[in-house]
């Protein structure tokens, strides 16, 4: 059974970082892509990044420059490196994974396929 497990949220103040990392365990034939989402209070869950298989990384327009995706397949885990946080970036962060398909779907190069596993969220709280 394959499982994703955050880690590495917490509280920081504004301007500061965070890394965190989303271990997949169980079996694993086919990875496509994973990303990160994330959810605050009284708002809709948001696509943060994405990452193909072959390391293609695309992020929302609020991010970009400030966060970095990453992925060590021979340690089967997923990273997010924040820095320059905001407070708006406060939310609950979810590791999400699309794996084992019989094909994968991308466009342009970029992940385009639909997340089959998902992580359980950390938390991250961004003080002023």
């Known amino acids: 059974q394959v499982q994703l497990v955050e880690s590495g949220g917490g509280s920081v103040q504004a301007g500061g970082s965070l890394k965190l990392s989303c271990v997949i365990s169980g079996y694993i034939s086919k990875n496509c892509g994973m990303g990160w989402y994330r959810q605050s209070s009284g708002k809709e869950r948001e696509l943060v990044s994405t990452?193909?298989?072959?390391?293609?990384?695309s992020y929302i327009d609020s991010v970009k420059g400030r966060f970095t995706i990453s992925q060590d397949n021979s340690k089967n885990t997923l990273y997010l490196q924040m820095d320059s946080l905001k407070t708006e970036d406060t939310a609950v962060y979810y590791c999400?994974?699309?794996?084992?398909?019989?094909?994968?779907?991308?466009?342009?190069?970029?992940?385009?396929?639909?997340?089959?596993?998902w992580g359980q969220g950390t938390q991250v709280t961004v003080s002023s």
């Open positions: 990452i193909s298989n072959d390391n293609t990384a």
């Open positions: 999400a994974a699309d794996l084992n398909r019989a094909f994968c779907n991308h466009r342009g190069g970029y992940y385009s396929g639909t997340f089959n596993y």
